[in-house]
């Protein structure tokens, strides 16, 4: 078989319009600014991945980097362990973290599904895995009370299981109510989660984690600033609900911290930020370490491909943000995302999509 390498990177920036909001005790993300990324290779074989900026505002230096790594890149041997170590050199003095790790981590995701292709085999094949149903939850917001049980019911009746909805409300009370309500809606049956997103404090965490016991939450999730460690373990102990985290892990380093601090029950790393899928497997070797329950965080294609290798795996989240520029997103069947069988991780651009929210 002739050797990969890679030819050319195209970076292009979309800016996509959301079904609903993602509405936070921190702000509201309205659009998902997006960052496309095309590795083409000397086969005319393309690995595809997208960079999530939160804010349009990223944009720009991620492409703009993206853009800088092509002269870097060009003619490399598509080896994604290989290509890391030379990113991670070149930026080592820099620091590898936030943009610098974005720009990086979609090297990696686009390297590997490049990789995946040119063996014929999708990526939780070529990892060891096999085509497999992961298990999901649909991830809401803030909703109100009107919307918020109209979307709960939806989920239902399309097969899922289980549902995350944020809270962090200005007042307990308003929690309180906001999950009584989807509890009421969805049953004893389904699994509910919630997420303050580093919201509260921590006295104002325990405070609200104990009142919202009775609702038998499958977690609560960053329930203070995530660089608190101590403070999310003192939350730990003082709560019967399981603490969720580390969607903001830059390193598997952090996340090691995390789990010696004894900060979390169940872990959630976000693939982009973790650093791709070689990040993800060093999170996912440190997990089953430790025996942690792993989730993923957005991402929903490829998190499948990387659930279906986690020795931990525990659920997939259902948020779809690419979902209007692909020409094929992931099929979810009675709550479960299908690893797709198709040769790489099975993502394809919707063009007609990407060019009408081209930023």
């Known amino acids: 078989m002739q050797d990969l390498f890679i030819r050319s990177l195209r970076a292009r920036a979309v800016n996509v319009p959301l079904e609903f909001p993602v509405r936070t005790s921190v702000g509201v993300v309205d659009t998902s600014p997006l960052v496309l990324l095309d590795i083409e290779t000397n086969q005319d074989i393309t690995g595809r991945s997208y960079a999530f900026t939160y804010t349009p505002l990223g944009l720009a230096p991620v492409r703009a980097l993206l853009d800088s790594l092509e002269r870097l890149l060009e003619g490399q041997l598509v080896a994604p362990h290989e290509i890391e170590k030379l990113l991670q050199g070149r930026f080592r003095l820099l620091g590898n973290t936030g943009i610098v790790k974005i720009a990086t981590a979609a090297v990696d995701m686009a390297a590997w ?4 292709q040119h063996r014929g085999v999708p990526l939780a094949k070529l990892l060891g895995g096999q085509v497999k149903a992961i298990p999901a939850y649909d991830s809401h917001s803030m909703d109100g009370p ?15 299981k289980a549902i995350k909805i944020k809270i962090g409300h200005k007042t ?15 049953g004893d049956d389904v699994h509910l989660m919630v997420d303050v997103n580093q919201g509260l404090s921590v006295p104002e965490a325990i405070r609200r984690g104990r009142a919202l016991e009775p609702f038998g939450l499958a977690w609560i999730e960053e329930p203070t600033l995530q660089e608190d460690y101590s403070g999310h373990a003192l939350i730990r102990d003082a709560l019967k609900t399981p603490v969720q985290m580390g969607e903001n892990w830059f390193s598997v380093d ?4 995390a789990i010696v601090a004894g900060a979390a029950d169940f872990v959630m790393p976000d693939v982009m930020k973790i650093g791709g899928v070689s990040g993800w497997l060093r999170a996912s070797a440190l997990a089953a370490t430790y025996q942690i329950p792993m989730s993923s965080h957005i991402f929903d294609e490829i998190s499948a491909h990387l659930l279906a290798v986690t020795p931990t795996a525990h659920w997939l989240e259902k948020m779809g943000l690419a979902d209007p520029i692909l020409a094929k997103p992931l099929v979810y069947v009675n709550g479960a995302a299908l690893v797709p069988d198709v040769p790489g991780v099975g993502i394809e651009w919707n063009e007609e999509a990407v060019e009408r929210f081209a930023v």
Do not use: W
């Open 254 to 257: 952090e996340m090691h911290k």
């Open 113 to 116: 599904d490049a990789l995946a």
């Open 146 to 160: 009107q919307l918020g049980p109209e979307r709960a019911r939806r989920a239902v009746a399309q097969g899922l």
């Open 172 to 186: 307990l009370k308003e929690d309180v109510q906001s999950v009584a309500l989807i509890r009421e809606t969805v």
